[in-house]
């Protein structure tokens, strides 16, 4: 998007000249999932907004983060202060263990309760919803989820797997739980022929590329791909999206706590609001505008999520999906 690169100069500006205080000081360690450049200007906004701390920053894929924390764990010395990952899941798993700090203080009034931990262990800071994909050149139109059962859709559909995908995982977990839909969606789409496997940019490119002409894929992917001028067209579903939120946690051996809870802060304010958007996800904050290519806030459907339920059903429910699609 042409008026990023200007939307995130003017943040660093308005962060700079001390919209934000800057009396938290001191070293943060952050592992995160997020993309290398999205991190990189996260870190420069907050240490913008906050000088006087020095920020130190890992990053891969969840699966990777974590291997990395639970070795560290092992080692009896865990490094980060703060995570911001893919998924409330995986934080649901640490909050069982014990492994995060409650940030009570947090201003998360604005926000849909839905999205944020009632305990405040952890925050979502943004919305990655999974909906349809198609191919400009696919004979049908999507607008619903059932629509992937019809004829045109036979052998056509692409799906990224829980198996190696949070995103994934969530969406199976929302779309099985829906009363209109459940496992008998998941045994259609078998017997439509869909193909489960890797991740979402693999679906992206498969539906762009022709090979398949239906996908289920996060939004972001196909809305800019669109804006670059890949022939696809991105559907959110009548019956709702499934949602990552990408959030944010203290760890409860953080060394700089107060650093964490400012950088939590940072996140869910409006400003940080405004910075998911600028580059180009859809905000958790119901008052900050999505980014081009987005419908309004109020016109996107969120499918029910219980993300401790989720994890307690993780095991049986990947089995069962593994039954219909193959590992």
Known sequence: MHTTKAILTGLLAL?????VSAEVTGRLVLYTSQPNADAQQTVDAFTAAHPGVQVEWFREGTTAVMAKLEAEYAAGAPQPDVLLIADSVTMEGL????RLMTHESADIAAYDPATMDPDKFWFSTKLITTGIVYNTAAP??????SDLLK?????QIVMPSPLTSGAATIHMVSLTGHPDLGWAYYEGLAAQGALAQGGNGGVQTAVAGGEKLYGMVVDFLPIRAKAEGAPVEFVFPTEGVSYVTEPVAILSTAQNPEAAKAFVDFLLSREGQELAAAQGYLPAHPDVAP??????????????FDPARALAEDAQNKLRFTDLFGG
């Open 15 to 19: 962060f700079a000249a001390g919209t």
């Open 95 to 98: 909050k069982a263990q014990g």
């Open 140 to 145: 049908m139109v999507p607008a619903s989820w």
């Open 151 to 155: 004829a045109e859709a036979k052998d």
């Open 291 to 304: 980014p081009p290519g987005f419908p309004p806030r109020s016109e996107i459907r969120l499918l029910d």
